[in-house]
């Protein structure tokens, strides 16, 4: 084995940062000797101790005040994060908020503005390369390589002649597992759709999206102590996702997913960093438990901001009316200045998404739109790739294709478009049908120097400007955005670019291939109410569960060389092709629980919450009273008359007030943190 070979395999499979603190070893140097070109291996002598496994106990990642700026634009602006040994935390936030920019100061790419980031000593940190491995190496030797420390160690093995170091050589290789070694690289290869042949094939085999795959089992593989994952799932099927959910919820470090999958981040992670304003927030719970206790908080916050509006303009009501009174003047000069030091409440910010918009056909078709009987289609003579096809499409139809990637989902997709012919059997298309398809490579089909006005402008010559610039803003481009070159685009505004382009003329039938790899959570959102209001035919290829589960009507699987209507639900295809050996020894565990003893369980759940839920009712109870004892007082302090006869009582008033409102408001608080930790423990 090379050393120059398993350095250049190890540089784009894989990055392990380990903190240059001490014990750094030669695969560090891969990483670090750009920057400190001192560190170097002895030549001879012993071989550097590798740094133990980091546990769990203590902080994982620490980020203080911390500034980053890209181009002059400043995306995160004095912002603080703490994350415990063995958080698995999603990190969301629209998109060009600074995700993954933040990736790169904790890899230490770029240097923050200010404020600092801090792990552990030793910690390796590992991230999915940017370019794909295209090497002659079989697949499986590539993600072997990437685990630096078993490597090594197998290597110095070979060459070790001091009986001690020998000694420790294998006990380490025993306390990694390195003796499973390959069979761990299979599992992780098989997960992510590699069978057993394809293991073995060279990585230059591939196309990009496959190679993706390879090195995101790499660094899987390699099992660092912090995990980034920046839309992993970009480059898998609904299989692989699926696959990937499982393998993050139970990965033994810490992880910091970047996400838009809803359903990944409600079943992978345990907790949500919300990237927005330039501020990091960290929240317990999965995405739908973060966002309903946001939309919670942005309730109160907005609650809180009209009381404080409403007292804001009882005073300057009283100063405009006293102030220029002699016998007043010290009440209004005193109500001044506490209009000064009254701190304003932001108003909660709704940053709606823009929406996506589908013209509804010109013209209806009778059903069946397509009807396909005993057909073959492939891409080589006598060589199909799906066979026995005998299926019908109605003018309503919502139909998902299930099926992992390789057994001809995109196939079949291009048959329906036209783009393929039938090598037998017949196809019977209803005259006048229109068919539009959007796939993601499609992508590199814009004009990289026209903006998306010369776009539609292509497609409407003799339409006056406004008109024009108002079927872009359809698409959901801003003015701004219709004039930007489509290179210059984000990869979610090109998406909403071309699938406004292929949808332009209404079509009867729709083919999503992937629409949502470059869209955030509300845009996926968004483009779901758009399917769901369209009133043609659908076709959706896609990973999003969310999504197909809101739009799609009817399952067609691709699976052994041709397509079958699906008997059952997502959850059943789910289980179908995740109910393995463990799922089915949880089944029978359960099965063995008797009716009796899940009565027990439940009330021994019931008393270990009822503390929390006394708590609850207790805050909910200050809470009332002191809204009452508040107005009350707002009635009182309402009274004109009660400046004039008592000044005195109407300050001790005001100022009663005033404390209230600041005991409401952490009672508020209180109550919201109680009850978000009563959900997490009930559904534990």
């Known amino acids: 084995m090379q050393s120059g070979q398993t350095q250049q395999v190890l540089q784009f499979v894989i990055y392990v940062y380990i903190g240059a603190h001490s014990g750094l070893d030669v695969y560090d140097q891969i990483k670090y000797k750009h920057r400190n070109p001192a560190i170097q291996r002895p030549a001879s002598g012993p071989a550097l101790a590798f740094p133990p496994r980091l546990g769990h106990k203590r902080a994982m990642l620490t980020i203080s005040d911390l500034s980053l700026r890209i181009a002059g634009r400043l995306l995160l602006d004095h912002a603080s994060l703490t994350l415990p040994a063995g958080t698995k935390a999603g990190l969301v936030g629209r998109n060009g908020t600074g995700k993954t920019t933040l990736f790169r100061a904790i890899t230490g790419d770029l240097a923050p503005e200010t404020g600092s980031i801090t792990l552990p000593k030793n910690t390796r940190i590992g991230q999915v390369a940017q370019e794909a491995p295209g090497t002659e190496e079989p697949l499986i030797e590539i993600v072997l390589k990437a685990d630096a420390e078993r490597l090594s160690l197998m290597c110095e093995a070979e060459t070790a002649t001091d009986a001690h170091r020998i000694a420790e050589i294998q006990t380490r290789l025993a306390d990694i597992d390195a003796h499973s070694a390959e069979a761990r690289a ?3 290869l098989a997960g992510l759709g590699f069978d057993a042949e394809a293991q073995k094939r060279p990585a230059s085999s591939f196309s990009g999206g496959w190679r993706m795959r390879v090195a995101l089992a790499a660094v899987l593989f390699a099992e660092p102590d912090l995990l980034l994952l920046d839309e992993p799932t970009n480059y898998l099927d609904l299989e692989g996702t699926l696959w ?9 470090h810490t992880v910091l997913l970047i996400s838009h999958d809803r359903d990944l981040l409600n079943r992978a992670v345990s907790s949500i960093v919300h990237l927005e304003r330039q501020k990091l927030t960290f929240w317990r719970g999965g995405y739908d438990q973060f966002e309903r206790q946001y939309a919670e908080r942005a309730e109160l916050q907005e609650k809180m901001r009209a009381r404080q509006e409403a007292q804001r303009k009882h005073m300057e009501s009283f100063v405009e009316r006293f102030r220029y009174k002699a016998s007043k003047a010290r009440q209004a000069q005193s109500r001044l200045k506490a ?10 910010v709704n940053e709606t998404v823009a929406p996506f918009r589908f013209p509804d056909p010109e013209k209806a078709v009778a059903s069946p739109i397509i009807a396909i009987d005993r057909g073959a289609v492939g891409y080589a003579p006598g060589k199909p790739v799906l066979k026995n096809l005998s299926l019908r499409i109605d003018n309503d139809d919502r139909i998902a294709l299930l099926g992992a990637n390789g057994n001809g989902k995109s196939t079949f997709a291009k048959l329906l478009a036209g783009r ?15 068919v539009s398809i959007f796939a993601q490579h499609q992508l590199d089909d814009l004009r990289p120097e ?5 776009h ?10 406004s008109k024009v610039r108002s079927k872009v803003a359809q698409f959901g481009l801003t003015t701004e955005k219709m004039n930007t070159p489509a290179k210059d685009l984000s990869g979610g505004e090109k998406a909403r670019l071309l699938m406004g382009l292929a949808a332009f003329e209404g079509p009867n039938l729709f083919i999503l291939d992937e629409p949502t790899n470059h869209l955030d959570i509300d845009s996926r959102e968004a483009l779901m109410h758009a399917l769901n209001d369209f009133d043609g035919a659908v076709i959706l290829i896609s990973h999003d569960r969310h999504l197909i589960e ?11 060389g041709t397509v079958q209507p699906f008997d059952g639900d997502l959850s059943d295809y789910r289980q179908q092709i995740t109910g393995g050996a463990s799922e089915r020894r949880e089944r029978k565990e359960t099965d063995k629980i008797s009716k009796a003893d899940k009565r ?7 008393a270990a919450l009822e503390p929390l839920a006394k708590q609850i009712k207790a805050t909910e109870g200050l809470i009332e009273r002191t809204r009452k004892r508040i107005e009350g007082i707002e009635a009182q302090l309402a009274d004109p008359s009660l400046y004039e006869k008592d000044p005195g009582r109407a300050s001790a008033l005001a100022k009663e007030r005033s404390d209230l409102s600041n005991a409401l408001s952490r009672h508020e608080e209180m109550w919201l943190d109680l009850s978000a930790r009563y959900e997490e423990e009930a559904a534990e």
């Open 456 to 465: 539609v402008r292509r497609l409407m010559p003799d339409a006056p400007e």
């Open 339 to 348: 209009l000064e030091k009254l701190k304003p409440i932001a108003a909660a």
């Open 186 to 188: 299979a599992s992780i």
């Open 244 to 252: 990937l959910e499982s393998y993050v919820a139970r990965y033994p």
């Open 550 to 560: 809101a739009t799609a009507d009817r399952l067609w699987l691709v699976r052994d």
């Open 450 to 454: 026209e903006n998306a006005y010369q």
């Open 420 to 434: 393929l012919n039938l090598e037998a059997g017949t196809m019977t298309i209803a005259p006048g049908l229109k």
């Open 600 to 606: 027990r369980d439940a009330a021994r759940k019931r």
